[in-house]
């Protein structure tokens, strides 16, 4: 069965860097494109980042586009969120998800809901 | 970007009651919307995908509807269990985008 596991997540200082992984098993890695999802404490969901299957495209939420780097390695089945210039406003539980369902129309992009998450990992941004 | 409103943000209730949710789109989506259920320090769960399509293992108490730019989620006799957050989120477009979320509670 699917199984998504997050770790690095951590108590980090304003401007500094974590580097968040999530561990992907019971699927063919390599075939899914993944994302991030952050919680805020006792705030909704926000989407953060995605990188097609192979890793050839990117997309960003505004909010952390030019500090967060998303990317994945294929041969160890996991997915990377490297987070720089972090601030207060990063803090959060981070959740990397995905479908199975996900397919790529060639005219109009790439269609995929979150049927499977992650634990979630907390990210602690504060002096 | 997708800009998503949802309403309301808390509904109270009590077992037994049907319950409605509705989410606004700021430009037609077709029908890529999903629902999520979410309980106190657990991840998201996904209920409902192509607007009215429910997730394997789903209660059938639960449906969607709608398509373009407006949509509805009912419970049709919410259960002990139901008490939870709700959020519709959108999958027609970069960036992905959720609503605010509904929170249900016990009347």
């Known amino acids: 069965q699917v199984q998504l596991v997050e770790s690095g997540g951590g108590v980090v200082q304003p401007g500094g860097s974590l580097r968040l992984s999530c561990a992907a098993s019971g699927f063919t890695f390599s075939s899914y494109g993944m994302h991030w999802v952050r919680q805020a404490p006792g705030k909704g969901l926000e989407w953060v980042a995605f990188i097609r299957y192979d890793g050839s495209n990117k997309y960003y939420a505004d909010s952390v586009k030019g500090r967060f780097t998303i990317s994945r390695d294929n041969s160890k089945n996991t997915l990377y969120l490297q987070m720089n210039s972090l601030r207060a406003e990063d803090t959060a539980v981070y959740y990397c998800?995905?479908?199975?369902?996900?397919?790529?129309?060639?005219?109009?992009?790439?269609?995929?809901?979150?049927?499977?998450w992650g634990q979630g990992t907390l990210v602690t941004v504060s002096s | 970007a997708i800009w998503m409103t949802q309403s309301p943000s808390l509904l109270s209730a009590s077992t037994g009651d049907r319950v409605t949710i509705s989410c606004r789109m700021s430009q037609g989506i077709s029908s890529y919307l999903a629902w999520y259920q979410q309980k106190p320090g657990k991840a998201p769960e996904l209920l409902i995908y192509?607007?009215?399509t429910l997730q394997s293992g789903v209660p059938s108490r639960f449906s969607g509807s709608g398509s373009g730019t407006d949509f509805t989620l009912t419970i049709s006799c919410l259960q002990s269990e139901d008490f939870a957050t709700y959020y519709c989120q959108q999958y027609y477009s970069f960036p992905r985008t959720f609503g605010q979320g509904t929170k249900v509670e016990i009347k």
């Open positions: 998800a995905m479908s199975l369902a996900g397919y790529y129309d060639i005219l109009t992009g790439y269609y995929d809901y979150f049927d499977y």
């Open positions: 192509a607007a009215s």
